[in-house]
């Protein structure tokens, strides 16, 4: 029965490899072959340019994910068929990020979207493998468990994995800054993307960090980090401080 299990969640494990590259490859490819300016042979416009880097962006956030994902469940294989359905639905929601690049109401939520997905990931991960994400004095099984993890993660428990509470923080950030975005309709797409990419950036930073044995940045260092570019990012919006014209 465990090899059963293992193989299929081997199976699995595959198949969203591979549907990463074909996300990656549809997305790219579908995006370049239209672009205008390709065609025409000429610099791209304002509005070409802000297509460009909202495609950069999803291509980071894409490439990132698949790294991380890649490490996770070499730890916390497939065999919930439900943190299957996750990964299927997140690659494909990758693959519109790329493709609804050009239409520039879609990008920001869409990054919303793939947090929830992380989110709900990492909770049915806690629940199915308890013991990666506490150590064996603390861990137990279960909703209750589940909850506890984020709690202690909170206060720096150190007997608890922090990349959870990572998640739904930073997840927490891209709402905010889609929100700024809705606040503030002036607020310029070069902008946004290099905010966007910041907090990618610090996310996948503090998902990779480590001191004296525990992964992730401490509570205090995370909210800064995220509420600095949150509020830089709303005095942006409030004041516009730089204007991008090409």
Not at 196 to 214: I, N
Request: aromatic share 16%.
């Amino acid at each position: 029965m465990t090899h059963l299990l293992d193989e299929r969640a081997a199976n699995r494990a595959d198949l969203v490899k591979r549907l990463f590259a074909v996300a990656i490859s549809i997305g790219v490819g579908s995006t370049m072959v239209g672009a205008n300016w390709i065609q025409e042979a000429r610099p791209p416009n304002l509005a070409e340019f802000e297509q460009i880097a909202i495609v950069l962006i999803a291509l980071y956030a894409t490439v990132l994910s698949w790294d991380g994902y890649l490490s996770s469940i070499s730890k916390k294989p497939l065999i919930n068929r439900w943190r299957f359905a996750i990964d299927v639905a997140l690659v494909f929601t990758y693959m519109f990020l790329l493709v609804a690049s050009e239409n520039k109401v879609f990008w920001l939520p869409t990054f919303s979207v793939i947090f929830l997905l992380y989110f709900c990931w990492d909770v049915l991960s806690v629940i199915e493998f308890p013991s990666a994400y506490a150590t064996p004095q603390a861990h137990n099984s279960g909703i209750r468990f589940m909850l506890r993890v984020y709690a202690r993660s909170f206060i720096d428990d150190p007997r608890f994995d922090r990349g959870p509470v990572s998640t739904l923080v930073w997840g927490v950030y891209f709402l905010s800054i889609y929100l700024l975005s809705l606040k503030f309709t002036k607020f310029e797409i070069l902008a946004l993307c290099i905010f966007v990419f910041l907090g990618l950036w610090q996310y996948r930073h503090d998902k990779r960090h480590h001191s004296s044995g525990v992964r992730g940045f401490s509570m205090a260092r995370r909210l800064l980090t995220a509420g600095s570019l949150f509020t830089v990012a709303g005095l942006y919006g409030r004041y516009g401080l730089i204007v991008f014209d090409l």
